[in-house]
């Protein structure tokens, strides 16, 4: 058993009950974790009322509104749980963003703008958090920092598209963080997730053969389940995997190591 009692974690990307940030946040939660979660504003509000009324069944101490593409606004969110926390021993970053128009056109037709984008939100936002969280995780006497990718950054998966080099970009800028946190005892690793099907992933062109595909070609000829993530994450997360830093692991039911 994996006892997280008396760690506090942040988690961006609870979005709804289909997230694989609410899997994880599930499992820390069962585990004994002290949970924080943030928003993105919406004019109707409602991501908010809905991180709040997830963050109630997990019994979150800390919610707070996030916009990673707005350095004051990262700040802002960082201030707030320095007040509150006194550390943090991990931090989970599931955050991904395309724009619609960019995933269901030719790749070599992406914009620049749209580029632009994916990276900014998908992995570079992962570099101002570090960095707003790190007095905290040196005060926890080290911690993890755990982001989330897909295969689609290694392979050219259809209809992917602009999302691939994002994700190569955040799986290599998880290695970079690995390096130079290292000696402060702070790991960071990503997991590299199969296709689930969440409400992010429904807004890939023909997700459905996606998954299928998946399906039929894993080694265990099955697609894996959000929690099956969240239960990787808390052992990534956990002194279980104290001396892992750097890596990407795979949680796809061997779809990665299989030629197909």
Request: glycine share 8%; hydrophobic share 40%.
């Amino acid at each position: 058993m994996i006892d997280l009692t008396g760690k506090k974690g942040l988690i961006l990307g609870v979005g709804n009950q289909r997230s694989i940030a609410w899997a994880m946040a599930e499992q820390f939660h069962q585990q004994g974790a002290e949970l924080g979660l943030t928003y993105l504003t919406d004019p109707k509000g409602r991501f908010e009322a809905n991180v709040r009324k997830l963050g109630e069944q997990v019994g979150s101490s800390f919610i707070h509104e996030c916009d990673v593409a707005d350095d004051h606004s990262i700040q802002e969110m960082a201030d707030s749980l320095k007040a509150k926390w006194d550390r943090l021993d991990f931090l989970i970053h599931s955050l991904a963003y395309a724009d619609q128009q960019d995933l269901q056109i030719p790749f070599s037709s992406t914009s620049r703008e749209g580029f632009t984008k994916a990276h900014q939100i998908s992995a570079y936002s992962l570099m101002p958090l570090t960095a707003h969280m790190l007095p905290l995780m040196k005060e926890a006497g080290g911690a993890s920092i755990l982001s989330i990718s897909f295969i689609g950054s290694v392979l050219a998966v259809p209809n992917y598209n602009v999302m691939g080099p994002a994700k190569a970009s955040l799986e290599s800028s998880m290695r970079y963080l690995a390096r130079e946190l290292g000696p402060e005892n702070i790991r960071a690793n990503v997991i590299s997730a199969g296709a689930i099907r969440t409400i992010s992933a429904s807004g890939i062109k023909n997700f459905s053969e996606m998954l299928r595909v998946a399906g039929e070609h894993s080694a265990m000829k099955r697609t894996a389940t959000q929690e099956e993530v969240g239960k990787a994450a808390v052992f990534l997360c956990s002194d279980a995997a104290s001396a892992i830093t750097g890596q990407v692991i795979y949680v796809d039911c061997g779809y990665s190591m299989m030629a197909n």
